[in-house]
């Protein structure tokens, strides 16, 4: 697999060396600042979106569920044959010559998902306010060069992010599923230029508001452009996962660790082509953590992305994604609990409207899973009509609309 990403890899930077326009792989929506008092000490802004779609699903499995034998084969687009509320989001900023302050909140059945480590709350009950923080921090720009930000905030792993208006696809890939989705800690980023770029960090953990041990997590990011329009990421964060053990309450090993690269080419002014490529490992602790054999698991995967702007308001867009969890690293599992790989291939149109406020994307995706080498044919990854796992794939056609402000 190692070989295949590695080809995968080379053979997109060579085909794309003509890249012209800069293109974030992580790009924030914007909003207008709102100028307060007379000597503009400081501006507000204010942002977010809200999305709805409907998922039709080929199979028309019984449970109306897309989410497969193990419950992880989608993230967001869950449910099948109705029509569903996405995330609400509302972003606010305050920001001086030295300071920004930022508090991006999210609700609906989407925001639960994405911030599953902040259900719990602090008493153990079964919710808490903090659920509703998608990323709240501080960020101290201390010269022209360096910045130091503090809190809780989205991850730096990965090419596709938690916002609906800000990825192409609508629905997320398996590298997004199965990697990290935030972090709380302090990290701090030094731009040599502005095409090149070093950030290290501190974190408790992985996607959740407190650490269940007292080690701590690295974070980093390498950001360089070699020439106008091409972006190099190269991300990466290794943590102690482990839980105490609990007869000596003694700390233990159990080293999660990804490392990441994501690249965009802005070919020119309507076509566009990005990558992702990642690996990950996490070891078995004491107490029986996540993976499912003894020792290290690994999992990895690659995605390429293309997009083609046919007019100013109507363009497509594809997504070819090969994930492998043979391991059992991870959730992505087959219906025997077992680690299993998917290939998926994702199609979206992209129609703007009002004004480029309202975002309209109908979308088809084939997820194509390996059959189990036991169980025969009741013991599939995807229900069918009947109720009964029979099927090794699924397809999905779907619609959704989302207004930005």
């Not at 452009?225 to 482990?242: C, D, F, M």
Request: aromatic letters at 12%; proline letters at 3%.
């Amino acid at each position: 697999m190692k070989k295949t990403l590695l080809l995968i890899c080379c053979s997109f930077s060579v085909l794309l060396s003509k890249a012209q326009d800069s293109t974030s792989t992580k790009p924030q929506v914007v909003a207008t600042p709102m100028e307060t008092g007379s000597e503009n000490k400081g501006k507000f802004t204010f942002s977010g979106y809200i999305d709805t779609y409907y998922s039709g699903n080929f199979n028309n499995p019984r449970s109306s569920s897309n989410l497969g034998a193990a419950g992880t084969a989608r993230v967001f687009d869950q449910r099948s044959g109705q029509i569903l509320l996405g995330l609400i989001q509302t972003k606010i900023g305050y920001s001086t010559d030295k300071v920004d302050a930022v508090l991006d909140l999210t609700f609906g059945p989407n925001a639960d998902l994405g911030n599953y480590g902040n259900v719990i709350g602090p008493l153990g009950g079964g919710g808490t306010s903090l659920a509703a923080i998608k990323q709240a921090y501080i960020n101290w720009k201390v010269s022209d060069k360096f910045a130091v930000m503090a809190g809780q905030f989205g991850t730096h792993i990965g090419y596709e992010v938690i916002d609906a208006p800000v990825n192409y696809n609508y629905s997320l890939s398996n590298l997004f599923n199965n990697g990290p989705f935030y972090h709380t800690g302090v990290k701090g980023t030094y731009a040599f230029s502005d095409r090149a770029s070093l950030m290290l960090g501190v974190v408790n953990n992985v996607d959740s508001w407190k650490d269940n041990n007292k080690a701590k997590g690295i974070i980093g990011q390498l950001f360089f452009s070699p020439a106008a329009g091409w972006n190099v990421y190269l991300n990466g964060i290794v943590s102690n996962e482990a839980n105490p053990d609990t007869a000596t309450l003694a700390q233990v090993k159990g080293m999660y660790s990804v490392f990441d690269l994501a690249t965009t080419y802005q070919i020119t002014e309507r076509f566009y082509l990005g990558l992702n490529a990642a690996m990950g490992s996490q070891k078995k602790d004491l107490q029986g953590s996540y993976p499912l054999k003894e020792g290290t698991s690994k999992w990895g995967g690659v995605a390429v992305y293309t997009n083609y702007a046919l007019t100013s308001k109507f363009g497509l867009g594809a997504r070819y994604e090969y994930f492998d969890n043979s391991d059992g690293a991870r959730g992505l599992r087959n219906s025997f609990g077992e680690g299993t790989s998917v290939n998926s291939i994702t199609v979206t149109g992209n129609i703007t409207a009002a004004d480029g406020n309202l975002l309209i994307k109908p979308e088809f995706r084939l997820d194509s899973y390996a059959k189990p080498s036991t169980g025969g044919a009741e013991a599939q990854q995807f229900e069918d009509s009947e109720g009964n796992y029979t099927k090794s794939s699924q397809a999905t056609l779907g619609l959704a609309l989302i207004y930005k402000f």
